[in-house]
């Protein structure tokens, strides 16, 4: 039997929304710094976050002041991208960000944002995705990562061959790729695909929306300080979850359940197969487009590290597995209900964690 796609999930809501929202981040996006007193002379560690709804709960306990930052300089900076990362510095970036950094850094497994099984990244089409064979693909005020996942899914997933991918207004374009708290409003008309759950049932694997970096050559003993404080935030987010994420349901127009359930699909910390789902991604994503080949990553040794190492005799042993981005329609219950512990595959999948 012809593999065939998981049925789009048709959404309606009030008209403009996706624009509106999308405008309002656009609007009030400028860099807060945070910067602790000197001491001894000695310039302070500084730690760039990329503020984002994916890195909410990592990075509001730390703005908001629930969690001591003193001795180390936080910049909150919700256009983050390589170019504004300084040679010293350890940050918390868009993953796709990776790729402009010339191999210069590190990434530091302990930290990341992982969507598993479900993200705010969405494609949204005016008619089901396999009735669009060619169409110009509009990147609405997204950043690197959104931009690499949508070329690393759309025509291996969707079947859908972009003619041209554009950041400008394209009145050909019939496939718009939105992210963040746009991504999480329901369009007026139309279908909604969210890419995250597209990477996975592509490739079984969760995708990595952000990684921390730090430069090569920088001690494990030096980043102890910050990785002390994504700890102590992610605590703080226990407590504190209600108060974070109501004022995102109430401008997405969501119930607090559905914004519960959208953050519960995130984990902070990369396992050995989002390293792997990170570099698979990073591959499929890149080419054909403005950005370059990151080449073999650089992982700054930990004990999620050694986990990778023992596991590349496994990995090796599972290459021939099916690659494939659609699932038969005779296997699609039993092969979601394996990857997810659901037989739903169109619902409310179980994560892997």
């Known amino acids: 039997m012809a593999p065939v796609r998981p049925r789009s999930r048709q959404v309606r809501s009030a008209g403009g929304e996706i624009l509106k929202h999308a405008l309002i981040g656009a609007l009030s996006r400028h860099p807060e710094t945070h910067r602790p007193h000197p001491a001894d002379g000695e310039d302070p560690l ?5 503020d984002s709804l994916a890195t909410l709960p990592l990075v509001e306990p730390l703005r908001a002041g629930w969690v001591d930052t003193a001795g180390i300089e936080v910049v909150f900076d919700p256009d983050l ?16 960000e990776l ?51 949508a070329r690393a899914v759309l025509r291996p997933y969707f079947g859908i061959e972009a003619s041209r991918w554009t950041r400008k207004v394209d009145p050909d374009a019939q496939a718009v790729v939105i992210e963040g708290e746009a991504a999480l409003v329901e369009p007026e008309g139309g279908f909604a695909e969210d890419l995250c759950r597209a990477w996975f049932i592509m490739t079984g694997q969760a995708a990595v929306l952000h990684v921390l970096i730090a430069p090569i050559g920088m001690e494990r003993s030096v980043l102890e300080p910050v990785l002390t404080l994504f700890n102590a935030a992610q605590k703080v987010d226990k407590g504190q979850r209600r108060e974070m994420r109501r004022p995102v349901a109430e401008r997405v127009g969501m119930t607090t359940e559905q914004i519960n359930a959208f953050f519960e699909r995130l984990f902070f910390s990369l396992e050995a197969d989002d390293l792997d789902s990170l570099e698979q991604m990073l591959r499929r994503g890149v080419p054909g487009s403005a950005f370059s080949d990151p080449g073999p990553l650089t992982f700054m040794l930990s004990p999620l590290t050694a986990v990778v190492e023992d596991d590349e005799d496994d990995e090796d042993d599972e290459d021939d597995e099916d690659e494939a981005g659609f699932v038969p329609d005779d296997e699609t219950e039993d092969d979601d209900a394996d990857r997810t512990g659901t037989d739903d595959a169109l619902g409310e999948d179980e994560p892997r964690r």
């Open 81 to 96: 991208t390589a170019g504004r990362v300084g040679s010293e510095d350890v940050a918390l970036i868009p993953s796709g």
């Open 99 to 149: 790729t402009m950094l010339g191999g210069r850094f590190q990434v530091v497994p302990d930290i990341g944002v992982i969507a598993d099984g479900a993200g705010p990244v969405s494609l949204r089409v005016p008619v089901r995705p396999d009735e669009i064979e060619v169409t110009p693909v509009r990147l609405l005020d997204v950043g690197s990562t959104a931009e690499i996942l």
């Open 46 to 50: 500084r730690l760039l976050l990329h």
